[in-house]
């Protein structure tokens, strides 16, 4: 195919030179047209990469901030209501994740003692949103309302703020699970890091400033062979990001106390289980998987070691976390100005009695009425540690924390309530 400066202005007048000249000279033309046309295509390339809006590019960590609709007079009236205050010793308390597992049932208890709750959630995708709606629908009826968003939404929080002077934030909003890490690890930036940062942001200029209670985890012990886990144990060698993360929240929890005053006391949850459960926990999908007579895998430990799990019922959870309420001291800071030293808190809460996963099986057999298919396998490398087992001497003495149900009682309930809500594979609220 001949090229447009070869062809002749007026055809039939024209001689094609043969020289060797003149074919060298319209080579290197061809060349350094070729070169300058792919030398704009990459830098178009590079113009793209680094200056296109990073809120058009698609990553599906980052869900769209701007899909949630808040705002408006009937809102509002919305939000005051559920964060109304109807006792005379009651706080006000903002709810993060109040969908979630955890979320709910604190959210729940807040309300029977006449506290003021506003719950807030993203409903994301992590399991099935379908019980984060259920759970929804159960706070709604308890006079709970959920705003639908998002804790990187600066605008939202401080919107929240100004139409709510909360004094407590109970913050759960997270993204959990050790092993979805190695698929999506930017979710839990994202969320446990960037999340937390943005909310601090909001709380150290709200003015009250409000006392922060915060989710962290046992996970943060990581590789430590010291048992039981003690708050004044080494934390610097976590063996999953998840883990990562909620250490680095500990760590910027501490720098928001010292710079701006905020009174924060996070909480170290152990295996937390219980109706309404997280279906990416153990004993949630064995007994899926026991009802519908599929083999489970049961995690074995170096040289056949035992894997055991604090276990912690939800109600149990629950009184500490209501207890960290109670105990918070306000925080010392206005305006983002801190004032004075302000509280520092961090807390096992747990069950003190590690069970083999062997054992959680052999429960859930007795209550289902159905023999598991057994899978032993070696636990793989995917952030999981062997053992877990509080120290809660600390959580018993500040908090009056004391954990009363054990796992065969706390699996009943379990039972009863799964068998309950998935009736034949149909969801029925229970």
């Known amino acids: 195919m001949k090229h447009l400066d070869e062809t002749p202005s007026t055809p039939g007048k024209f001689k094609m030179d043969k020289s060797p000249y003149f074919l060298h000279r319209t080579r290197w033309q061809s060349s350094v047209a070729k070169l300058a046309f792919w030398s704009l295509v990459f830098v178009g390339f590079i ?46 308390v903002l709810v993060t994740g109040a969908a979630g597992f955890v979320g709910t049932h604190v959210s729940a208890a807040l309300k029977r003692r006449g506290d003021g709750v506003l719950g807030l959630d993203n409903f994301n995708d992590y399991y099935d949103p379908s019980l984060k709606r259920a759970r929804q629908a159960l706070l709604e009826r308890s006079g709970v309302f959920v705003v639908e968003g998002d804790i990187n939404d600066a605008a939202l929080l401080k919107k ?35 999340g937390f940062v943005n909310l601090l942001e909001v709380c150290k200029s709200a003015n009250p400033q409000p006392a922060i209670v915060w989710a962290s985890s046992s996970s943060v012990y990581g590789l430590n062979t010291k048992v039981p886990f003690s708050e004044k144990d080494r934390t610097d060698q976590p063996a999953s990001l998840y883990a990562a993360t909620k250490k680095a929240g500990e760590e910027i929890a501490h720098t928001y106390n010292h710079i701006y005053g905020l009174s924060l006391t ?4 152990f295996t937390v289980y219980g109706p309404w459960g997280r279906p990416d926990m153990a004993y949630f999908f064995f007994t899926r998987d026991i009802l519908k007579g599929k083999a489970i895998s049961v995690f074995q430990g170096a040289n056949h070691g035992t894997v055991a799990r604090d ?92 954990p009363t149900t054990d796992l065969q009682t706390g699996l009943k309930k379990f039972a009863r309530w799964y068998l309950g809500y998935y009736n034949g594979g149909k969801k029925a609220a229970s």
């Open 266 to 269: 996070g909480l170290r949850f």
């Open 47 to 92: 113009f793209i990469f680094f200056y296109r809006s990073p809120s058009s590019l698609p990553d599906p960590s980052r869900r769209s901030l701007r899909t949630y609709s808040w705002g408006g007079p009937a809102w509002e009236k919305r939000v005051r209501s559920s964060a109304h205050v109807r006792t005379r010793r009651g706080v006000s």
């Open 311 to 402: 276990f912690t019922y939800i109600d149990d959870i629950v009184k500490g976390c209501l207890g960290a309420l109670d105990t918070a001291e306000k925080s010392t800071g206005s305006g983002g100005k801190k004032r004075g030293a302000a509280q520092l808190r961090v807390f096992n809460l747990g069950n003190t009695s590690p069970v083999p996963v062997t054992d959680l099986v052999t429960i859930l057999e007795r209550l289902l009425k159905v023999k598991a298919k057994r899978n032993i396998v070696k636990m793989p490398r995917n952030g999981d540690v062997p053992f877990t087992h509080a120290n809660i001497s600390s959580a018993q003495r500040e908090l009056g924390y004391k």
């Open 160 to 194: 929240l703020f100004e139409v709510v002077p909360f004094t407590h934030v109970m913050h759960l909003a997270a993204q959990a699970g050790v092993r979805y890490a190695m698929e999506n690890p930017s979710s839990y930036v994202h969320s446990n890091i960037a």
